[in-house]
Nanobody, 124 residues
Framework: QVQLVESGGGLVQAGGSLRLSCAAS????????MGWFRQAPGKEREFVAA????????YYADSVKGRFTISRDNAKNTLNLQMNSLKPEDTAVYYC?????????????????WGQGTQVTVSS
């Protein structure tokens, strides 16, 4: 079992930046591939970014590529998402998720554990 707690959300103007963090506890963090997803009101949860257990592989949704950077610190059991050049369409609740050993991908079904989410609002 892995417990995930997101932080760092807030209100920011378009063009601004935010850094989200996800603190993990429970089983060894380094065994899990991690991902960020988001869900806007009335929309389905969508993939944002993923990172392999070692951090050696990353994957991004086209909508955030070049603006967002996913990273992890296995020594601190922390996952991060640096978000730059934010747009109003980035407004959503952002969730971090963990996939059990051997799994890695961009669909929600790959992931076994989820945080409660943190709200990101980008004003125009």
């Amino acid at each position: 079992q892995v417990q995930l707690v997101e932080s760092g959300g807030g209100l920011v103007q378009a063009g601004g930046s935010l850094r989200l963090s996800c603190a993990a506890s429970g089983r060894p963090f380094s065994r899990y591939a991690m991902g960020w997803f988001r869900q806007a009101p009335g929309k389905e949860r969508e993939f944002v970014a993923a990172i392999s257990w070692s951090g050696g592989s990353t994957y991004y949704a086209d909508s955030v590529k070049g603006r967002f950077t996913i990273s992890r610190d296995n020594a601190k059991n922390t996952l991060n998402l640096q978000m730059n050049s934010l747009k109003p369409e980035d407004t959503a609740v952002y969730y971090c998720a963990a996939a059990k050993e051997g799994k890695y991908g961009y669909t929600p079904g790959v992931y076994d554990y989820w945080g409660q989410g943190t709200q990101v609002t980008v004003s125009s």
